[in-house]
């Protein structure tokens, strides 16, 4: 079937309304406010895919708007203590001096969601385009081969991709220069980085998978402006990950739980591991009498500067977590964002086309930070203590060292299943939720359930005989909000996804053991609806 397209044309074309692509947005037209600048974002709104810690450094957004302390984001806390702890089963003990890393002196804790709502209010003001519940399905290329643009996902169409009676095919957007800010494995961004092989002198890139709630908690129960970081328990000192507690205002604690996602266990659920974590006799006092206000899940980029791929290719840009510039000693990537958008809008401007930026990324600030802690995550493949001392040497030498340890795809780190190894028990808990279902429920994620499912899996018959016998299925484990599910019939088992469920965490697209599975952008709006996340 033919399908005649709307078609729009504009100078510079966003993608993604995260802190690095309103910076972008916001930075092109402080500098030229002439230019048409247009802003796609797959949320119903922005803000409602938004979700991390999240503590920042200011520096960035202090040069962004200089006057955003006037109006400050809805969570927006400044940092009055930190601690770090190393976790065991029923104690902890506290570190007398807080990794430099880690130090949040004059830092502030918000909520990503109500500072990317804040960030499009002052883009919009300034005359961008900002087009929320509109998610670019794929790019488009002109004849020569170079991106000319993405096209929109159609809407109204069935579960078998029928259309219905609402039928609105998706548009064509058309710029001089495309600039992809979809945030950590971004659907399009994927595809760029394999078609113009991006990638083909970094690393593979790693990731970890967050799950964070948000707390209402009794009066007394909150300290305002402490940020706790843990590690160790209830993670095995060969797997990498830990937790944040972020005691905010209004009687409200943020806390999340991260594992690396190149972690061995096939049996590890991140999901029970955060669980058990809030029920240790440090944390559940914080909670205990409160209730969840939201949850939700997200990958992580965590593979650094040895990862990064080549951020530019004719016609686009990478920028921010699209590109991998998340600080994973510092536990921050929202400053990297906002500089990577402002040097990408500070690069178009200049030079009216890509090229150029990735050496201008590498060689100014955002590079040169990324570059002083590489090897500090990769030293965590050696286990928790010979990582903690690597990273301590890393740390005095400031990255002076002349090596540059490697990374590895995550997947590839999957362990197959010894079947005679005893299914580990959950552990009883007291505070809430019960199971992922009852969890997803605070995402208050919505997908209409005859749309076509999102998440495409090459080849089910893997997953009911190799996978099942190799790995047990690790999908309806590893993911946070239950989608996989094999559920077992007259004719035997088959995989059912439930993709009414999905967070957009993209976990089952990284750490799938065969690759098999494909995560694309559902009709427009759907997805979770995050409350000050």
Request: net charge negative.
């Amino acid at each position: 079937m033919t399908v005649e397209r709307d078609v729009m044309e504009f100078d510079v074309l966003i993608v993604g309304a995260g802190p690095a692509g309103l910076a972008t947005a916001i930075r092109l037209k402080q500098l030229d406010p002439e230019r048409n600048v247009c802003l796609l974002e797959k949320g119903p709104i922005v803000g409602a895919h938004s979700l991390a810690g999240a503590v920042i450094e200011p520096d960035a957004l202090d040069r962004l708007l200089p006057n955003w302390k006037d109006t400050p984001p809805e969570v927006c806390v400044p940092v009055a203590k930190d601690e770090v702890h190393m976790m065991t089963e029923t104690g902890s003990i506290k570190f007398p001096i807080v990794p430099p890393q880690m130090n949040n002196h004059g830092n502030y804790i918000i909520s990503l969601g109500a500072l990317t709502a804040m960030l499009a209010e002052q883009a919009e003001a300034l005359g961008v385009e900002i087009y929320p519940g509109f998610p670019a399905r794929e790019p488009l290329y002109n004849e020569a081969g170079e991106v000319m643009g993405v096209r929109t996902g159609d809407m109204g169409v069935d579960l078998n991709g029928n259309p219905k009676d609402s039928y609105t095919p998706g548009m064509d957007l058309h710029a001089k220069i495309t600039v992809f800010a979809e945030g950590c494995r971004g659907s399009c961004s994927k595809e760029l980085i394999k078609k113009f092989e991006l990638d083909k002198d970094a690393d593979p890139q790693t990731y970890g998978i967050g799950i964070k709630e948000l707390w209402s908690v009794p009066e007394g129960q909150c300290q305002e402006g402490l940020v706790m970081h843990t590690m160790g328990w209830p993670l095995d000192s060969k797997t990498y990950g830990g937790s944040f507690v972020y005691h905010l205002n209004d009687n409200k604690i943020a806390i999340g739980f991260v594992v690396g996602l190149d972690y061995e266990d096939p049996d590890l659920e991140p999901f029970e591991k955060f669980q058990e974590f809030k029920n240790h006799p440090k944390i559940k006092p914080m909670l205990e009498g409160g209730e969840i206000v939201s949850y939700g899940a997200r990958a992580i980029v965590e593979g650094g500067w040895q990862s990064l791929p080549k951020m530019e290719m004719p016609g686009a840009m990478l920028i921010g977590d699209a590109a991998g510039t998340l600080n994973v000693p510092k536990i921050k990537g929202v400053h990297q964002a906002l500089k990577s958008g402002m040097e990408a809008a500070e690069h178009i401007f200049a030079e009216n086309k890509a090229d150029g930026y990735d050496a201008r990324i590498r060689q100014g600030e955002v590079g040169k930070e990324l570059k002083k802690v590489r090897n500090l995550r990769p030293a965590f493949h050696f286990g928790l203590w010979l990582g903690v001392l690597i990273s301590a040497i890393e740390t005095v030498t400031m990255g002076l060292l002349p090596w540059t340890l490697k990374n590895h795809a995550d997947h590839s780190a999957l362990k197959k299943r010894d079947p005679s190894k005893p299914k580990p028990v959950k552990k009883e808990r007291e505070l809430p939720p019960r199971d992922r279902l009852s969890a997803v429920y605070f995402a208050a994620t919505e997908h209409d359930e005859d749309q076509p499912v999102h998440l495409k899996v090459a080849d089910t018959n893997i997953c009911v005989t190799q996978c099942a016998e190799e790995y047990a299925n690790p999908c309806t484990r590893f993911c946070p909000a239950g989608v996989y599910e094999m559920v077992e019939e007259a004719e035997g088992k088959r995989l059912q996804i439930n993709a009414a469920n999905c967070v957009h965490c993209k976990t089952c697209d990284i750490k799938d053991p065969y690759q098999i599975i494909n995560w694309v952008t559902p009709e427009g709006g759907s997805g979770p609806n995050y409350q000050l996340m």
